[in-house]
């Protein structure tokens, strides 16, 4: 952020008095520019013991599979916003959500919060966003092409608690990949 | 939003290709400025049979009484915003954090998530945002003096919940309220 996008003046960072870190803040009219995480909403589409999964068409993991998810807009609900990213990413309708994962990735300020649901047909199909869209069993879930370290976490806690037929809901947190 | 935060040029709003819906666009070097709900995060700080509420020392609802919880920060995970808004507002420590209430203002861009936490003691303490942190039992709840109809919803839904045990995660919407 390099500029106010209330009046177009320069901003500065410095801590605001009475806050604990520093913020955006304009120059000329002194309006604070907060910046907040951003909400990934998606789902564990289940149709019978398999679920369904999208091979990704963009960058960033072109190619990899992974969970339909996507960032949540202003204006809908977190049920909304992840049957509508179900139908955007593999042309596929849910019902039945139920909140399974609630994930921090904090290095990148994203929270992903994925549901169970109920595929209703299997009448799925490809969005522009992806390049194939196909129903896994566990035995086939393509661990070593998975996208996102967050859908990962994820699927390993979902059939560790699917033989229970229980899915409390988890909490987790993502750390940065460590580099060499 | 009027000018772009990126090269300070004016921004309008169009529907990108590819996109369904307006953003705001630079008019000068097209960066998409998109802008996506924030979420609040907070807790229901339990002891024994009583919870902790703060009353409002600012703006809205000063004065009407609220759970401890804010806008999660950059680089926070859920927990650890719920945990640092119960010691800004109540004075407060909590621990053994569930997530409880996952409720969608769609109104107004805010998702809120609302933890169930031990309080770890009683040494509690209005912070700035609070005039008084007091403990209630469920018949002392000042159900008239709550501060958002999302904090009604929640404890209502808590209340229903406790004689059970059982504290299966709740997600609902809060709705624009109806004006004469």
């Not at 339909?68 to 909304?80: M, R, S």
């Not at 035995?139 to 037929?165: C, H, M, S």
Request: with cysteine; hydrophobic share 35%.
């Amino acid at each position: 952020m390099n500029y106010c996008s209330q009046c177009g003046s320069r901003v500065s960072v410095w801590i605001p008095e009475g806050d604990d870190r520093p913020r955006f803040i304009c120059d000329r009219c002194n309006k604070i520019h907060y910046q907040n995480p951003k909400m990934v909403v998606g789902c564990i589409p289940e149709w019978e013991d398999r679920i369904l999964l999208c091979k990704r068409s963009i960058e960033p993991k072109s190619g990899k599979w992974t969970l339909p998810a996507g960032y949540l807009e202003n204006g809908e609900t977190v049920i909304d916003g992840a049957i509508r990213e179900t139908v955007e990413e593999a042309g596929a309708r849910v019902e039945m959500l139920e909140p399974y994962a609630l994930m921090s990735i904090a290095y990148i300020s994203q929270i992903y919060l994925i549901f169970r649901a109920r595929l209703s047909d299997t009448d799925f199909a490809p969005g522009k966003e992806s390049l194939e869209v196909k129903l896994f069993s566990e035995e086939e879930i393509p661990w070593d092409d998975l996208a996102f370290i967050v859908v990962r976490e994820t699927l390993q806690r979902y059939f560790k608690d699917r033989p229970n037929g229980l899915f409390p809901v988890q909490t987790g947190t993502i750390t940065r990949p460590k580099t060499l």
